[in-house]
Every structure is written in C-alpha cells, then in structure tokens.
C-alpha cells in the first residue's frame, strides 16, 4: 500500500456543487494531514490543514479526518470554475517535518 | 503564511551545462527544507532533504553526485543540476517548514521549471 494514496480522477462537478475529495493512508504515515490546491504549471498552495479526528470548516472548505478508518476528504462547497485545479493530499512521514504526497485529485468545475 | 521565494523560475540550458536553483525563507529560519521534482501530469517526487550544516539526505534513486544541495545558511538552499540532460527537465520545487513538530506545514516556494535542449 501506498503510503498515501488518492484517486486521480478526474473528478467533474457541475458549478455550484460539492466536490468531495478522499485520501486513505497507510500506518507510516503520522497524524496530520494537509490539502494543497496545485494549479497547472504552478506550486501547490496549503488549503487546509487537519490534525484531530472530525471535522475543521475554513469557509467553502471541510477538512475530515476519521483516524480509525485512515482516510482524510476535502470537502468543497458551492464550487467555482476557479477551484478547478488538482488537490494534493499530504501526511508527514519519518521525520517529522518531511511530507509525503499523494498523486493528487484533479477536479474539473463545469459551468 | 510564512513564504518561501524561489530563483529563477524557469530556466533554458544546453545539455552538459549545470544550473544552480536558490530557495530562500524569507520570513522565517529553516533548518530544513525539502527539494522536489514533478513531471507533467505527475505528482511531487521527493527528491533530497536539505539539512542547514551538513550533507543533504537523498531519496532513493537521486543521484547525489548530479543533484548537489548547498545549505549554506538557515534561509538559503540552493540545488545544482550538474551536467544537465534533456530527461532532466522538469519542475522543481523547494519546500520549507517554520518548526519540527508533526502540525506544522510545508510551505512551497514558485518552482523552477527546467528545460534542457
């Protein structure tokens, strides 16, 4: 098993829907969870970051964590054109500030 | 956010030529900070572990002899691409984070994308 893994999509959302967005990891991966927004051609930006079990809410953003099943979503509501863009989930791994990617969800906002 | 500013941000060399990328924290001091590469319609591959003082540790299959990190100071790195080929064009991008516990976020510089002809 990767040691974070997410589902390539792409992932279509009409406009002004939710767009869910998983990540499962595996035991080598620590407690805290990131999700970076990387548009084409530029650097990922930090979206949210989450380190309880449960939900964190940061405007049209949900970040889940649910620790016994070992899966972390994002969860994007009323989508915009301008969310489209591919998400990348992150865990630290061995050392403690070192991350650990997912190859990323792109999703595609239709109008 | 703390920011991490990247130079240059996208670069053209000839093939056997090396190219020098510089990582700066620009608001905070880095102990640590983290080089990746990224190929079209690929994730982020974790490419070397740079470490202020002492020798950078490099992810398996990075060729530390070609790929040379210089981590100077507690706000500079810099990666070298030594005698750069075509198959080694790609995106680079460094990453920082402001402390060492497991909450804390990396933050990216702008990339370098590299092209080798």
């Known amino acids: 098993q990767k040691e974070v893994e997410q589902n390539s999509g792409p992932l279509s959302v009409p406009e002004g829907a939710i767009a869910s967005l998983n990540c499962t990891y595996s035991d080598r991966v620590s407690q805290s969870f990131f999700w970076y927004r990387q548009y084409s051609g530029k650097s990922p930006e930090l979206i949210m970051s989450?380190?309880?079990?449960g939900d964190k809410e940061d405007g049209r953003f949900t970040a889940q964590l649910n620790k016994a099943s070992q899966y972390v979503s994002l969860l994007i509501r009323d989508s915009q054109p301008s969310d489209s863009a591919t998400y990348l989930c992150a865990g630290h791994t061995g050392t403690a500030s070192k991350l650990t990617f997912g190859t990323g969800t792109r999703l595609q906002v239709t109008l | 956010g703390a920011v991490v500013s990247q130079h240059p941000s996208w670069v053209i060399c000839k093939s056997g030529t090396s190219v020098k990328i510089e990582c700066r924290s620009l608001d905070f001091q880095a102990t640590t900070m983290f080089w990746y590469r990224q190929f079209p319609k690929q994730s982020l591959m974790l490419m070397a572990t740079?470490?202020?003082?002492?020798?950078?540790?490099?992810e398996q299959g990075v060729e530390k002899d070609k790929f040379l990190i210089n981590h100077a100071s507690l706000t500079l790195s810099t990666l070298t691409v030594t005698s750069a080929h075509p198959e080694d064009s790609s995106f680079y991008i460094c990453s920082a984070s402001r402390d060492f516990d497991l909450n804390t976020e990396a933050f990216f510089g702008q990339g370098t994308r590299l092209t080798v002809v």
């Open positions: 740079s470490n202020e003082g002492s020798k950078a540790t490099y």
């Open positions: 989450i380190y309880s079990n």
